[in-house]
Structures are given as C-alpha cells and as structure tokens.
C-alpha cells in the first residue's frame, strides 16, 4: 500500500516538474491571423481584412443550440483564448457573455474547431503565444 501511495505521490510531483507555463505575449509585431494561407501575396493591411473575412465566415458556419432556438435566444458572445506558437488554440474561455448558456458554449465549442488554422502572432521574427478576443454573434 506505501509503495502505491509513492507512486501516485512521485507521479504527481513528476507532472509539476515538467509542465511548462507558456508565456503570453502582451504587444506581438503582428496578431494572429485566421487561415492565413488562403491570403497569400497580400499587403499587412489586406492580409488583416482577409484573416477577419475568412473567421467571419467560419463564425457564420456555428450551429444554432437547440435549446437556444427553442428559448428565442439571441445575443453577442465574446469568447477568450489563446493562440499558441503552433497555431493551436486554448484556455478558451467566455469574455463577455450573451446571457445565455447554449449561446455561450456552442460559440466556445466552435472556437475550439478552428484550432491549427491559426497562424501565430510574432514578436522579433519568433511565433509567440498570445491571447486574443473574437465575437460570435447569434440572430434569428
């Protein structure tokens, strides 16, 4: 019994040794962009027009929640996340909600599929983690 508790201590301490913090760039040279390769040869302006162009389209694809439809729910979620050097997303969280719950979820949900379409923003020429905010808006 002694050396199962060691082993569940020693195991949990290992995983504390080992997890990484990744830090979070406040002021990048640029932002994350949003399928950025469906813009190639643009300039830094047009490239952002394109990026926002491309994840409004991406929101609009979101699927309704059924009890949302069902309640006559509308509303703006801001949701909260964090685009890693890889172009991962994470820790993604509601900013601002719409009041209600189904709206809310369903919006972090869909943000969660938009993973790896991110390019990462960069500081000093090196992708780095940031956070970033993006709306999703549900109307009837």
């Given at each position: 019994?002694?050396?199962?508790?060691?082993?569940?201590?020693?195991?949990?301490?290992?995983?504390?040794?080992?997890?990484q913090?990744?830090?979070?760039?406040?002021?990048?040279?640029?932002?994350?962009?949003?399928?950025?390769?469906k813009c190639?040869?643009?300039?830094?302006?047009?490239?952002?027009?394109?990026?926002?162009?491309?994840?409004?389209?991406?929101?609009?694809?979101?699927?309704?929640?059924?009890?949302?439809?069902?309640?006559?729910?509308?509303?703006?979620v801001?949701?909260?996340?964090?685009?890693?050097?890889?172009?991962?997303?994470?820790?993604?969280?509601?900013a601002?909600?719409?009041?209600?719950?189904?709206?809310?979820?369903?919006?972090?949900?869909?943000?969660?599929?938009?993973?790896?379409?991110?390019?990462?923003?960069?500081?000093?020429?090196?992708?780095?983690?940031?956070?970033?905010?993006?709306?999703?808006?549900?109307?009837?």
């Amino acid at each position: 019994m002694k050396n199962i508790l060691f082993i569940i201590v020693s195991l949990i301490f290992s995983g504390v040794a080992f997890a990484q913090e990744t830090n979070i760039v406040d002021r990048p040279d640029t932002y994350p962009y949003f399928q950025k390769e469906k813009c190639e040869g643009l300039s830094d302006e047009e490239l952002s027009n394109c990026s926002n162009s491309n994840f409004a389209a991406f929101a609009k694809t979101i699927k309704y929640p059924a009890q949302a439809l069902e309640d006559k729910a509308e509303g703006k979620v801001y949701v909260k996340f964090i685009v890693y050097e890889t172009g991962e997303v994470g820790k993604i969280e509601v900013a601002k909600s719409s009041g209600n719950q189904y709206l809310d979820r369903a919006a972090m949900s869909h943000l969660a599929k938009s993973s790896r379409q991110w390019t990462p923003a960069t500081k000093d020429g090196k992708a780095v983690a940031t956070d970033f905010v993006v709306p999703f808006t549900f109307a009837l």
